[in-house]
C-alpha cells in the first residue's frame, strides 16, 4: 500500500498544478453539459450508426486531445509534432466510438426474454475480442518493443489491491441500501423479469462472467492501450488525457459515478504508469464491480427476493 501512495502523491508533486486544475475544470465542464443539455442521451437517440459513431468519435476526440493541446499551451511540450502520436489520438477515440455503438444481434430463441438474456451473454465478450483485436493490431504496429498493453503480472504486488478491495466493502454495503443504488444493481434485472428462468443461479453466474469481461476490455483500452501507447513521447502526462476521456464514457450514468470516474481514471492511470501492468488496476475495478452486484443481490434478496 505504501508504494501506490508514493506513486500517487509523487504524481501529484510532479505534475503541473496549471494543467491539472484546467483538465479538471475542462472535464467538469463537459460534465456539466453533459447532464444540462441530455448531450449522451441524444446521441444515443440517433438512429444511424454513421451519425452515433461520429458523434461519438467527436466527443471523445475532444476529451482526448484538448487536455494534450493544454499541456501544449501550459508546458510548451509539443506532442502534436509526432506523426505517430497524431494518428493514434484519433484511433483511440475511433475504436472506443466503435466499441461504444457496436451491436451485433444473434437469434437464440422466439422468447424474447430468452433471447434477450443470450444477447446480453454474448456481446459483452464478442467486444473483447474485436476491440482486443483491434488494440493488439495497434500494439504490433507501433508499440512491440513492450509487453502488450499491460499484459504482465511482472512485480506485481498484489496486497496493496486486496486491501483497497477490503477498504470498499462496507462503503458498498452502505450504499445497497439506498434505493439509486437498488435501482441500477444487480444489472441482471435490467434485462429480465424476476420470475425469468434465466433466475437461476448459473444464469447469474453466467451473466456476471460476462459482465465482467468488459472491464477487461475497459482497462486493456485506457489504462493500456491509452496510457502505455503515448508513454513513449507523453510519459506520465499521458495520464490526464485518458481520465478525461474515460470520464465521458460514464455520461450515461448517474452523475456522482460519472465524478468519481475521472478521479478513478487518473489513480488507475497512476498505477500503471509505474507498475505497467494492467492487472492491479483490473482486480480493483472488476473485484468493485461484483462486490456492487453481489450487494445488489443481497440487499434485493431480504427486502424482496429473487
Given at each position: 500500500?505504501?508504494?501506490?501512495l508514493?506513486?500517487?502523491?509523487?504524481?501529484?508533486?510532479?505534475t503541473?498544478?496549471?494543467v491539472?486544475i484546467?483538465?479538471?475544470v475542462f472535464t467538469?465542464?463537459?460534465?456539466?453539459?453533459?447532464?444540462?443539455?441530455?448531450?449522451?442521451?441524444?446521441i444515443?437517440?440517433?438512429?444511424?450508426?454513421?451519425?452515433?459513431?461520429?458523434?461519438?468519435?467527436?466527443l471523445?476526440f475532444?476529451?482526448f486531445?484538448?487536455p494534450?493541446?493544454?499541456y501544449?499551451l501550459?508546458?510548451r511540450?509539443?506532442y502534436?509534432?509526432?506523426?505517430?502520436f497524431?494518428?493514434?489520438?484519433?484511433?483511440?477515440?475511433?475504436?472506443?466510438?466503435?466499441?461504444?455503438?457496436?451491436?451485433?444481434p444473434?437469434y437464440f430463441?422466439?422468447?424474447?426474454?430468452?433471447?434477450?438474456?443470450w444477447?446480453?451473454?454474448?456481446?459483452?465478450?464478442l467486444?473483447?475480442?474485436?476491440?482486443g483485436?483491434?488494440?493488439?493490431v495497434?500494439?504490433?504496429?507501433?508499440?512491440?518493443?513492450?509487453?502488450f498493453?499491460?499484459?504482465?503480472?511482472?512485480?506485481?504486488?498484489?496486497?496493496p489491491?486486496?486491501?483497497?478491495l477490503i477498504?470498499?466493502?462496507?462503503?458498498?454495503a452502505?450504499a445497497?441500501?439506498?434505493?439509486?443504488?437498488?435501482?441500477?444493481y444487480?444489472?441482471?434485472?435490467m434485462?429480465?423479469?424476476?420470475?425469468?428462468i434465466?433466475?437461476?443461479g448459473w444464469?447469474?453466474?453466467?451473466f456476471?462472467?460476462?459482465?465482467?469481461?468488459?472491464?477487461?476490455?475497459?482497462?486493456?483500452f485506457?489504462?493500456?492501450?491509452l496510457?502505455?501507447?503515448l508513454?513513449k513521447?507523453?510519459?506520465?502526462?499521458?495520464?490526464?488525457?485518458?481520465?478525461?476521456?474515460y470520464?465521458?464514457?460514464?455520461?450515461?450514468?448517474?452523475?456522482?459515478?460519472?465524478?468519481?470516474?475521472?478521479?478513478?481514471?487518473?489513480?488507475?492511470?497512476?498505477?500503471v504508469?509505474?507498475?505497467?501492468?494492467i492487472?492491479?488496476?483490473?482486480?480493483v475495478?472488476?473485484?468493485i464491480?461484483?462486490?456492487?452486484?453481489?450487494?445488489?443481490?443481497?440487499?434485493?434478496?431480504l427486502t424482496?427476493?429473487?
Open positions: 500500500m505504501k508504494s501506490i508514493r506513486y500517487i502523491s509523487r504524481y501529484f508533486y510532479e503541473d498544478k496549471r491539472l484546467g483538465v479538471s467538469a465542464g463537459l460534465i456539466f453539459i453533459n447532464y444540462r443539455f441530455k448531450l449522451d442521451a441524444g444515443s437517440s440517433q438512429q444511424s450508426f454513421a451519425a452515433k459513431w461520429g458523434s461519438r468519435l467527436v471523445f475532444v476529451a486531445a484538448v494534450y493541446l493544454l501544449v501550459l508546458n511540450k509539443n502534436f509534432r509526432h506523426p505517430t497524431l494518428l493514434l489520438l484519433f484511433i483511440g477515440p475511433a475504436l472506443f466510438s466503435l466499441k461504444m455503438i457496436l451491436n451485433i444473434f430463441s422466439d422468447n424474447a426474454a430468452i433471447n434477450n438474456y444477447n446480453h451473454i454474448t456481446y459483452w465478450p467486444l473483447l475480442l474485436i476491440i483485436s483491434l488494440v493488439f495497434c500494439w504490433r504496429l507501433f508499440s512491440n518493443d513492450q509487453p498493453y499491460g499484459i504482465t503480472v511482472k512485480n506485481i504486488e498484489w496486497k489491491y486486496l486491501i483497497m477498504i470498499m466493502i462496507p462503503l458498498i452502505a445497497s441500501t439506498q434505493p439509486d443504488f437498488l435501482a441500477a444487480p444489472k441482471l434485472k434485462i429480465t423479469a424476476h420470475n425469468s434465466h433466475q437461476s444464469h447469474k453466474l453466467l456476471e462472467l460476462s459482465y465482467g469481461s468488459d472491464f477487461v476490455t475497459i482497462e486493456l485506457f489504462r493500456g492501450f496510457i502505455l501507447a508513454i513521447w507523453a510519459g506520465k502526462d499521458a495520464i490526464l488525457p485518458m481520465a478525461c476521456f470520464c465521458t464514457i460514464h455520461f450515461g450514468k448517474p452523475l456522482g459515478e460519472c465524478i468519481s470516474s475521472y478521479f478513478g481514471g487518473i489513480l488507475l492511470g497512476i498505477v504508469y509505474h507498475t505497467r501492468s492487472f492491479g488496476g483490473l482486480m475495478h472488476l473485484g464491480a461484483w462486490l456492487m452486484e453481489l450487494g445488489g443481490y443481497i440487499a434485493l434478496s424482496k427476493g429473487i
